[in-house]
């Protein structure tokens, strides 16, 4: 036994174009042709807002990415000044709001990129930004001295890359970095 499609229009069903439609088979074909225009117009509406929670998901994770990373290096710098302040408690908490920050953005789907120690090379370029090449006696070739801004990645596409200090052999003397806005990253 053959089962055919319930929608399907065959041959048989087909009107003549020379044929006068019935009203009925005119109001069907009205409703068909507006139910297809709507679904059309929501596919059309959901895609834009689907694009357009991606921008402001992006957005925030950029922006959360900075806070964390802002909070990291001030707890690395100043975590045993606070303590022997008598802030424990309140650089406890700090601690715990970085902690918090990196689940949100894991969760999110985003990695962040640290490149602190790591040697540069020329591949590495596309997702970082230099800031300064700084000579230093320590290194016999560049070597990323420090991140400055962590580079995004969300679900695997590099959002934002990161902006980093590179050590240099000192007999480079001082480069130039590249150039550089004053937004950690572009958010277009």
Request: aromatic share 4%; net charge negative; charged share 30%.
């Amino acid at each position: 036994m053959m089962t055919t499609d319930p929608i399907e229009i065959t041959e048989v069903e087909r009107h003549l174009r020379t044929a006068q439609p019935t009203s009925l088979q005119r109001e069907v074909w009205h409703l068909m042709h507006r139910h297809a225009r709507e679904l059309r117009v929501t596919r059309e509406e959901a895609g834009r807002k689907q694009a357009n929670d991606h921008d402001q998901l992006r957005t925030l994770v950029i922006d959360l990415a900075r806070a964390h990373h802002q909070l990291k290096v001030f707890l690395d710098r100043h975590t045993e000044a606070l303590e022997g302040a008598g802030l424990t408690e309140q650089s406890s908490l700090l601690a715990t709001i970085r902690d918090r920050y990196a689940q949100v953005l894991t969760r999110a789907g985003a990695e962040l990129i640290y490149l602190d120690g790591q040697p540069f090379t020329l591949d590495a370029n596309d997702q970082v930004k230099v800031t300064a090449w700084i000579p230093a006696a320590d290194v016999d070739r560049p070597r990323v001295r420090e991140t400055v801004s962590p580079g995004v990645l969300l679900d695997g596409e590099l959002v934002c890359p990161a902006e980093v200090e590179v050590a240099i052999p000192a007999q480079h003397g001082v480069l130039k970095p590249q150039e550089v806005s004053d937004e950690p990253c572009d958010r277009d």
